[in-house]
């Protein structure tokens, strides 16, 4: 069936979420490439499911879930985006779609103009996920070096 869904992550995904964060595949593309511990991680993730600057999704296929999409405000016109799916449910378009349907909610949400992006420059899937759900390329201070900066436009999309 292939059905992508979002739904809003809750204190009952802690867990899933922290096995999901110390997965050596997830690890390895993310920004800091870092295994974190389980007090380190609870603690952040109450702070992102309970704060009015962050909303978490977590992905499901066919009610499996399979990922998460994160945003987290810079400012009033500014959000950052974070994805990443299980190894064994890349590479076939789910991660478009979850960025795609994560934006839509972050519109409706919140009344950011810009949506920005920062994937590391050697994250070839990201980076065609990314581009493939509506992202351009663009120069950002709030990306670290070694990452592409790319962001998504409310006005080009809405």
Known sequence: MNEIKLRRATLNDVAMVFEWRNDPFIKKLGSSRRSVGWIEHSNWFAKTVDSEQHLLFIVEKDNEAI????????????CVVSVYLLERFTGQGFG???????CCE??????VEQILACIQKDNRASLSAFVKAGFQESHSESCPSEHFALVFQRSKHT
């Open 96 to 102: 478009v779609i979850a960025i795609r349907r994560g």
């Open 67 to 78: 990922g998460q999409v994160r945003f987290g405000r810079k400012d009033k016109s500014k």
């Open 106 to 111: 972050v519109f409706r949400c919140w009344e």
